[in-house]
């Protein structure tokens, strides 16, 4: 199954940082004023979502689905539930970060969702790749920082070959000291958690 791209409304700055990313086999879905990348981003929706009360609904041929604009889902949830129920697994989500506070915090919460779905889903914004991590992941060097940031109420794991290493050390989720780490120059860093569940931030 190949990969499915959601593209949110969040302003995207730096589009040379995200086309690299894409894959010509992604399955893409344009959330309502993420159509504004299209052109920017150089493909072309497979599916368009919205309530379109941010970007006209386009007049095309592509699969579209109206939603009304009181609802539950955000858009972009909407999008994600609808790539699941089509047998997705693997998310790559753009447009979904900066702007505003509290949609930025949702489309973490899709993270989650996806997570909780035993789906994998990693977000995009011009500075980092977001994802959510519970057993062990790698940051290559070629990363200038990671930050691991706790979800659960206590987070236990280890970091290696990392400038600021732990060794089955605690992070609290009401003291996020995990911040701006970096990997050792020609490894790569290991994070290994034992109990709890984390957002690993890498950074560009």
Do not use: W
């Amino acid at each position: 199954m190949s990969r499915c791209v959601i593209a949110g409304a969040a302003e995207i700055g730096d589009y040379d940082r995200i086309k690299p990313l894409l894959k010509t086999d992604d399955f893409f879905i344009f959330c309502d004023g993420g159509l504004a990348h299209e052109a920017e981003l150089g493909v072309s929706p497979n599916l368009i979502v919205g309530d379109f009360d941010s970007f006209q609904r386009p007049d095309t041929k592509v699969e579209t689905i109206t939603l009304p604009t009181a609802k539950d889902d955000t858009d972009v949830f909407y999008a994600v539930k609808e790539a699941i129920k089509r047998g997705f697994r693997d998310f790559l989500l753009v447009g979904c970060a900066g702007g505003r506070l509290d949609h930025t915090m949702v489309n973490i919460s899709v993270l989650l969702y996806l997570d909780s779905q035993g789906c994998h889903g990693v977000m995009a914004d011009d500075y980092s790749l977001t994802e959510i991590i519970s057993g062990t992941a790698y940051i290559p060097d070629s990363f200038a920082y990671f930050s691991v940031l706790a979800l659960d109420e206590e987070l236990h794991l280890s970091i290696r070959n990392a400038m600021f290493p732990l060794e089955n050390s605690t992070i609290q989720r009401a003291f996020q000291y995990g911040i701006s780490n970096q990997v050792l120059h020609g490894r790569t860093a290991e994070v290994c958690i034992t109990k709890g569940t984390a957002l690993l931030v890498k950074v560009f």
